[in-house]
């Protein structure tokens, strides 16, 4: 009786590991070979490149939908067209999970959506980043209602974790419709060129309303939304580059808003001598120069994550190691329009602000910026609400705040890029600053504006009045004679002076008022 026993148990056994067998198996080599001729791997081998290898654990995997009519109850799958769990990414836990295309295009059923409101509420719980990794079509249609109420619930998720666990979206195929709001919330969008797309509504109903002919890239490729519209963080040619990279941001992250960013051994020397700087930036303030040179002159080894590379491009956010340690860096860039601040320089900027100070990341703000680009179309556009973003995103951050001001900071761009005045831990200038309200010409042409008219030689006088107004309140110590900055340092000696003052910095504590939330500027 015993052995017949056994024999039932270990027939269980067997029936299982056949069960499982077809569950990783998915539908079949020839939905299989259909995923290939388009250029795109399978859901399990994208888990594989993700995670550290053998660290995958599946959750739902023999999950099946439970609905009926149009054929549906014919075809009942097992995943149901979407594969969760949790792993690790260099040694730390990572929940994700992942849209088969081959079963019902990705498209989300009930089940479908479940099992994934299940790992975001594990991820949730145990303090963990997110990583869903996108290739569906949208809503099952044969579902109705339901699916629907399944992208709900994945919002509502999205909108806990805002800000308690790094949430990360690489689209590896369509999402289209509802679907694309879901990736909107996260905080990083990661897209492959050529096999990606994102819209609300796609080129038919494009050209059915508009009567515009545009192609699924045109409308919503990674390119389109890496430079123009900015929903794309990080744009990849292929999807290993793309995961790999991922897998490098969240080596960078802290797991929660509880816990610090990983450090690590730092190889570069803290006492570092930056005296390339010298020749990187130029005296004249109004000679442009590269300030992506600057930063990889010091950070650690040179190393940098840019993001939102190629949407608004005069303004710099990256993340880098200094000595080790995770920092967050917004820097004025003057070879692109001058390293003005605009609409969406703004609202790049602020976002990123955000993000840094969710996750206990210190901010490093460069400063070389002559104002808010001036225009009809920037005033009537909402300058005015979208540099405020900037401006609340840096007062309401907590986080360590280190500004350097290069060379020029004028107006109100000098005041909403972490100035002392709103907050900034430590302000520090090179000696090439030239802190003020605007320029030594603009200055001169509103103060001494009845002498320039009156003169028999306005252009001398007004070269004059310029290089005395200069001489008296831009000289490069004014602001750090009346305490608004902190310490005017050696470009030579800058990296040295940041390292040692993050180090300082690491333990700052900030007590905020207590309120529900704040109303930021829209």
């Avoid at 299989?32 to 599946?58: C, H």
């Avoid at 890029?417 to 900034?424: E, F, R, Y």
């Avoid at 090439?432 to 001494?448: D, W």
């Avoid at 252009?459 to 004679?481: D, F, I, N, S, T």
Wanted: glycine share 10%; charged share 20%; with cysteine.
């Amino acid at each position: 009786m015993a052995g017949a026993e056994l024999g039932g148990v270990q027939g269980r056994v067997a029936e299982l590991v056949a069960v499982r067998a077809r569950a990783v198996a998915g539908p079949g080599e020839e939905a299989t070979r259909a995923q290939r001729a388009k250029g795109k791997l399978t859901v399990r081998e994208r888990i594989e490149l993700l995670l550290d290898p053998g660290s995958f654990n599946e959750v739902g995997q023999l999950r099946r939908h439970r609905a009926t009519g149009f054929g549906l109850e014919a075809r009942r799958p097992h995943t149901d067209g979407v594969v969760t769990g949790w792993g690790t990414v260099e040694g730390r836990t990572v929940f994700v999970y992942a849209h088969d295309f081959r079963i019902f295009g990705g498209a989300l059923g009930e089940a479908h959506a479940e099992k994934i409101h299940k790992v975001m509420d594990m991820a949730i719980a145990a303090g963990a980043p997110l990583v869903s990794l996108n290739d569906g079509a949208g809503a099952r249609i044969q579902e109705g209602v339901s699916a629907l109420a399944g992208y709900g619930g994945i919002f509502q998720r999205n909108t806990r974790a805002s800000g308690v666990i790094p949430q990360i979206s690489v689209m590896l195929g369509p999402c289209a419709g509802g679907a694309a709001y879901s990736p909107a919330l996260t905080d990083f969008v990661f897209m492959v060129r050529d096999t990606s797309q994102m819209f609300i509504t796609g080129p038919d109903v494009v050209r059915a309303v508009t009567g515009e002919e545009i192609s699924q890239n045109g409308l919503g490729g990674a390119d389109v939304h890496a430079e123009t519209s900015g929903v794309c963080h990080f744009a990849y040619d292929d999807e290993e580059t793309c995961l790999a990279e991922v897998r490098y941001l969240l080596s960078m992250l802290p797991a929660n808003n509880r816990e610090n960013p990983p450090a690590v051994p730092a190889e570069d020397l803290t006492g570092r001598a930056t005296g390339a700087l010298l020749d990187l930036v130029p005296a004249d303030g109004n000679r442009p120069y590269d300030m992506h040179r600057v930063i990889e002159e010091i950070v650690d080894d040179g190393e940098v994550l840019e993001v939102h590379e190629r949407w608004a491009r005069n303004i710099i956010c990256a993340l880098a190691r200094l000595d080790g340690q995770t920092v967050g860096i917004v820097a004025s860039q003057p070879a692109v329009l001058a390293g003005v601040l605009d609409i969406e320089a703004s609202e790049k900027a602020a976002r990123f602000v955000q993000f840094c100070d969710a996750f206990n990341i210190p901010l490093l703000t460069l400063l070389d910026v002559p104002g808010f680009l001036p225009g009809v179309d920037q005033e009537h556009g909402g300058i005015i609400r979208h540099g405020a973003k900037l401006l609340y995103a840096y007062c309401n951050a907590s986080v360590p705040r280190i500004s350097l001001v290069l060379r020029k900071a004028y107006g109100g761009a000098y005041i909403v890029m972490d100035s002392q005045s709103i907050g900034a831990d430590l302000t520090f200038a090179w000696p090439t600053n030239e802190i003020a309200v605007m320029g030594a010409e603009g200055a001169a042409n509103v103060i001494f504006r009845k002498q320039i008219a009156a003169a028999d030689d306005p252009e001398a006088v007004r070269a004059r009045v310029a290089k005395e107004y200069r001489a008296e309140l831009m000289h490069p110590y004014y602001a750090a004679e009346r305490g608004l900055v902190d310490d005017v340092i050696d470009p030579a000696a800058t990296r040295e002076v940041l390292v040692r003052s993050l180090a300082m910095l690491r333990t700052k504590h900030a007590d905020l008022p207590a309120r529900k939330h704040g109303n930021p500027p829209q």
